[in-house]
Nanobody, 126 residues
Framework: QVQLIESGRGFVQAGDSLRLSCAAS????????MGWFRHAPGTDRDFVAA????????YYSDSVKGRFTISRDNAKNTVDLQMSTLKPEDTATYYC???????????????????WGQGTQVTVSS
């Protein structure tokens, strides 16, 4: 089973870009779908983006589509989230998550993910 560690926390201005990275331990990273979720105070944790196990297919929430890009490097056991044109409403704790490929449930369904990182804070000021 992999373990996940996020990095790239930051305090940025609206319109700026920021890149988050998630490093996974273990030798079976390519067996996992990877997702990014975020949690802002007073709200539920929301889906942001997901990648298939080989990176061929990506999924995005409507709120970040066109601004965020998920990418993975299975040789390095990393999955990144490139965030552009950041908005104050993107402020949240961002979590990296993993689930085995062929898991049931939509990629956006956080209940289908069973491995989570500790989270990293992103703050966007207006």
């Amino acid at each position: 089973q992999v373990q996940l560690i996020e990095s790239g926390r930051g305090f940025v201005q609206a319109g700026d870009s920021l890149r988050l990275s998630c490093a996974a331990s273990g030798r079976t990273f390519s067996s996992y779908n990877m997702g990014w979720f975020r949690h802002a105070p007073g709200t539920d944790r929301d889906f942001v983006a997901a990648s298939s196990e080989n990176g061929d297919t990506s999924y995005y929430s409507d709120s970040v589509k066109g601004r965020f890009t998920i990418s993975r490097d299975n040789a390095k056991n990393t999955v990144d989230l490139q965030m552009s044109t950041l908005k104050p409403e993107d402020t949240a704790t961002y979590y990296c998550a993993a689930r085995m490929k062929f898991s049931s449930g939509f990629e956006s369904d956080q209940r289908s993910y069973n491995i989570w990182g500790q989270g990293t804070q992103v703050t966007v000021s207006s």
